[in-house]
């Protein structure tokens, strides 16, 4: 049986042109580029060229580029590492409630252990930040504001330019964590006006275990890692040269055909989604209906719960998500889906695609073929038979009419 | 040359609380038949509509993502079970266990009524040979919404003396937490003290109540783990 692999938004492959970049590296280039030879200095100059690509995609400097082990350390070592360099000025810091846990944990961490003052902003019923939400929130002590880029599970976008406006006009610093926008949307850290932002490798179809924290000159900042002083003496440790070699030519790569690539995506993403709510009753579609991630589909069915959901799927050969992978695990309704204000009742049986390189028409044919019946059959094991106009908030029943009503 | 690596058998007890939590999601052929071919189900509507049980049973609500119907038919000459319906909202290994206890409840001429209403989780966890231990919880409705059915045969059939009442007992005053509480908590993985108040906030205000919460803590992780962390 055929595999569709629609969970892209956990990991990519690694792309093969990137893999081939990345192959000498292993064996053959192995030098630390910390070494005073002409091994080391091979390897140096590797690293120095990744990291001017990297610049290149950001429109930065290179010094500014440090590269890290994950986004989920790029993230601890913005949100501790300015946290720490600035508490004498203030320990307050901003974030909204449908972040990543790299976020919310590490605020929580801080709240907890180091003292900071943590609020978490709502976000509307797509899961945008509103700026004058923002706004209203900053206080004389607030240090750090760290909104995401995109959702990782409703592929809701942030306006990041105008909510990075209102940090600088308060001279607060502002943090977007870009996991699921590398590569897709527009990261010009000179156009969205951000001090730091946050991407991994193993989204944009680099390896695992590799990230980039962009870090603007001039920004106070504690590293987490201490050691021989590696990148800007902001990461210590040997750098990981093949995967750094991987992620710039990925980023470098995605960043040349994203227009392409984007255009190709939301074309399958919204036949996915048109084909499942008009063939699945009792649907509705999470987050913004246009302001969404390419390649993000998250839908929500009543009556049944995700997991099996995922199982069944599972059997057809399908490969998607309930949620983030990190809580695929844990009962508990997602925060994020929950935070757009459904009911619980409404916000077990949702169900994340997100769609990649890799997925075809045919793939999503398939999908929209097998769902109805997988989704008939748990439902009829199901004791629940709720009303939407019942459970869920009026205006999302509105927003469910008038997509039926669409042609 | 090729070499693959291999899990290890863990020998301390915390390298085996780290090693749970790598735990593979994957069930066993046993869970995965009951949830692919669950037995004892209504095949239509109009077999739900015109079902005629003796006693029906449900626990659970959609809002707590748990929820599950029992309905049963009972030969009084013997008073033993012989045919039970069930419906079930909930992950894969609920739906997998509830179809397993209608399978015990039924097989073999049926079971005795006072035998089935000492059924515990961890029967039905053992006929299914392996659940992954952070989804022993989802075969816990199982036995409460059979017990409901149980109890309402015994409403319906004018055994009122046979109703058993599952009582709880108020362990936080302030809070209003109960050991039901606390044995949710635990059989939903949590471990310490820590644990437990993350996902009930026992003990929060009324801090006279810690010592019996870290005794009911023990006595459920006996209970329903063996005592195994």
């Given amino acids: 049986m055929k595999e569709i692999y629609l969970d892209h938004a956990a990991t990519t492959h690694v792309d093969p042109r990137v893999k081939a970049v990345m192959d000498k590296y292993w064996t053959e280039e192995f030098g630390n580029p910390g070494s005073f030879h002409t091994a080391g200095l091979r390897a140096l100059r590797a690293l120095n060229a990744a990291r001017a690509s990297v610049a290149r995609v950001l429109n930065c400097i290179p010094e500014e580029v440090i590269f890290t082990g994950s986004g989920t350390e790029s993230i601890n070592t913005a949100i501790k590492g300015v946290f720490r360099a600035n508490k004498a000025k203030g320990k307050h810091i901003i974030t909204s409630t449908v972040e990543h846990h790299a976020v919310l944990e590490t605020c929580e961490y801080l709240e907890k252990h180091e003292g900071a003052e943590i609020t978490y902003l709502p976000v509307d019923r797509y899961g945008q930040v509103k700026p004058e939400t923002l706004e209203k929130a900053i206080r004389p002590d607030t240090i750090l504001i760290s909104i995401m880029y995109a959702n990782n599970e409703v592929g809701t976008i942030n306006h990041i330019a105008a909510l990075a406006a209102v940090a600088k006009k308060h001279r607060v610093l502002f943090h977007t964590d870009a996991c699921q926008a590398g590569g897709v949307l527009d990261i010009d850290v000179k156009k969205l006006g951000i001090d730091l932002l946050s991407i991994n490798g193993s989204k944009i179809y680099a390896p695992k275990g590799v990230g980039i924290l962009y870090v603007r000159r001039g920004v106070p900042i504690h590293p987490l890692i201490h050691g021989g002083g590696q990148e800007f003496r902001m990461r210590s440790g040997t750098e990981n040269v093949p995967c750094i070699i991987g992620f710039a030519t990925a ?10 690539e984007n255009a190709r995506l939301t074309v399958l993403r919204d036949t996915l989604i048109k084909g499942v709510l008009s063939t699945v009753p009792k649907t509705f579609l999470n987050g913004h ?7 993000n589909v998250n839908i929500s069915f009543m009556d049944i719960e995700g997991e099996a959901l995922l199982l069944y799927m599972n059997e057809h050969g399908v490969c998607a998500s309930t949620g983030s992978a990190c809580t695929s695990k844990s009962l508990d309704p997602s925060h994020v889906i929950l935070a757009l204000g459904l009911p619980y009742e409404a916000s077990h049986g949702s169900i994340r695609f997100t769609l990649g390189k890799n997925t075809t028409e045919a793939g999503i044919g398939k999908v929209i073929e097998v769902l109805p019946d997988i989704v008939q059959k748990l439902r009829h094991l199901s004791p629940v038979n709720l009303k939407m106009e019942d459970v869920l ?3 999302k029943v509105q927003e469910i009419k008038t997509f039926q009503g669409a042609p | 040359m090729s070499i693959e690596l291999k899990p290890v058998a863990h020998a301390d007890v915390k390298a085996k609380k780290d090693a749970a939590e790598l735990e593979e999601w994957f069930y066993t052929d046993i869970v995965k038949d009951h949830f692919f071919n669950p037995r004892n189900i209504f095949k239509t509507q109009a077999e739900v509509d015109g079902y005629r049980p003796d006693g029906v049973g449900m626990v659970g609500s959609p809002a707590c993502g748990d929820m599950m119907k029992m309905w049963i038919k009972v030969d009084k000459a013997t008073d033993q079970l012989i045919e039970c319906k069930w419906q079930t909202f909930g ?12 399978v015990m409840l039924t097989e073999n001429g049926g079971m005795p009524v006072e035998k089935a209403l000492q059924l515990k989780p961890q029967d039905i ?13 989802c075969s816990v409705l199982g036995d409460k919404a059979l017990r409901a059915a149980i109890n309402d045969y015994f409403r319906k059939s004018g055994q009122d003396a046979r109703v058993v009442v599952e009582g709880a007992k108020v362990i936080d005053k302030i809070l209003k937490i109960t050991d039901k509480d606390i044995e949710e908590a635990v059989l939903e993985g949590a471990v310490t003290l820590e644990d437990v108040q993350k996902k009930t906030k026992v003990g929060a205000q009324d801090k006279s109540c810690i010592p019996e919460v870290e005794q009911l803590i023990r006595f459920y992780r006996e209970k329903y783990f063996g005592g195994k962390q």
Avoid: W, Y
């Avoid at chain 2, 992950?91 to 209608?102: E, H, K, Q, R, V």
């Avoid at chain 2, 966890?125 to 919880?137: E, I, T």
């Fill in chain 1, 289 to 295: 209906p246009t302001e969404r991630l390419p390649n």
């Fill in chain 2, 91 to 102: 992950c894969g290994s609920a739906i997998a266990s509830t179809s397993m206890l209608s």
């Fill in chain 1, 393 to 395: 908030p009026q205006e």
């Fill in chain 1, 251 to 260: 980023l470098e790569l995605a960043h040349q055909e994203r227009e392409a």
């Fill in chain 2, 125 to 137: 966890v053992k006929r299914l040979v392996d659940l992954p231990a952070r989804k022993f919880h």
